[in-house]
């Protein structure tokens, strides 16, 4: 489980964890069926960063260092993890690693499954006899890995959800095959409703209406709510609870705060109703998830 004592994680983390309904439809969908996420995220400066994982996890991990420092002990080999190296840990293995006490590690990760995440995981330790390497720091990779985290944390359109796992196989596949590296760029948009996202993001603790979002923006809430879900896929309140509950899975991740607690942090004053909430999304309640980590 996780040891990390701090009440709010790490100052300026941010992590998705993927409604179930999102997995079922990838693990389905012919194009992202051989890889897809589950999980991602990036902690920087994690200070007291601790996972045990006695029994691994039903996922690959990916991790990469770009500051600071971490160990990884798998199989009870212990590899000390720096700035620009990477390691991936396989699915349903004991391990355990941690950022270091006086230099602690800034990290990108993700949770990956697929009938093709074995093969890579083979080709990865099958490159190098200590299953690390060093990467040179690009920052088109940290750019890479923006877009993608844009793209899930924004839109949950079937064809979107190719694409970000589609990008996020060839983030990770750029580490194990890092010198056929290519160049991506990456096109931001401002637009409106990346200006509601951006507002609703802002203020997770607060709750609004249809009809109150449509006024701040100056738009008419049909429109809203027409132009929403065509971008994201979802109705722009069932949006913003999505994100209320991934939120919650941050909470639940990285703090020993109570399900009322966490509740009342992302604006929903009834811990029944953010219970109900939390399971339609993510196919366990709050207590259920918080023991899975484990």
Not at 21 to 38: C, D, H, L, P, R
Not at 219 to 229: C, E, I, V
Request: hydrophobic letters at 35%.
């Amino acid at each position: 489980m996780d040891n990390n004592t701090l009440k709010e994680g790490f100052l300026g983390q941010k992590m998705i964890a993927l409604p179930k309904n999102i997995i079922n439809t990838a693990k389905k969908n012919a194009i992202t069926q051989n890889f897809y996420v589950s999980d991602l995220g990036y902690y920087p400066m994690a200070n007291h960063h601790h996972r045990i994982r006695k029994n691994g996890a039903n996922q690959y991990i990916f991790i990469y260092c770009t500051k600071g420092k971490g160990e990884i002990n798998l199989n009870n080999i212990k590899t000390f993890i720096s700035p620009n190296q990477f390691f991936i840990i396989p699915k349903n293995v004991k391990h355990e690693y941690k950022a270091d006490e006086n230099d602690p590690w800034s990290i990108y990760w993700f949770h990956f499954k697929g009938s093709l995440a074995p093969e890579l995981y083979d080709r990865y330790i099958a490159t190098h006899s200590n299953n690390y390497k060093n990467v040179p720091f690009s920052t088109t990779k940290i750019k890479l890995f923006e877009k993608i985290f844009t793209l899930f944390n924004n839109n949950y359109q079937e064809n979107n959800i190719e694409y970000a796992n589609l990008l996020s196989l060839n983030f990770i596949s750029s580490f194990i095959y890092y010198d056929f590296e290519s160049n991506i760029k990456i096109e931001q948009n401002d637009t409106l409703i990346d200006s509601i996202i951006e507002f609703l993001l802002n203020n997770l603790e607060q709750n609004f209406t249809l009809d109150e979002i449509a006024e701040k923006f100056n738009y008419s809430k049909s429109y809203l709510h027409t132009k929403f879900k065509i971008k994201t896929g979802y109705p722009l309140i069932v949006f913003f609870n999505l994100k209320k509950i991934q939120k919650a899975c941050e909470f639940l991740n990285y703090t020993d705060l109570s399900i009322k607690e966490i509740s009342f942090k992302v604006g929903i004053e009834d811990p029944l109703y953010f219970s109900r909430i939390f399971k339609s999304f993510m196919g366990k309640s709050p207590r259920d998830y918080k023991k899975s980590l484990k």
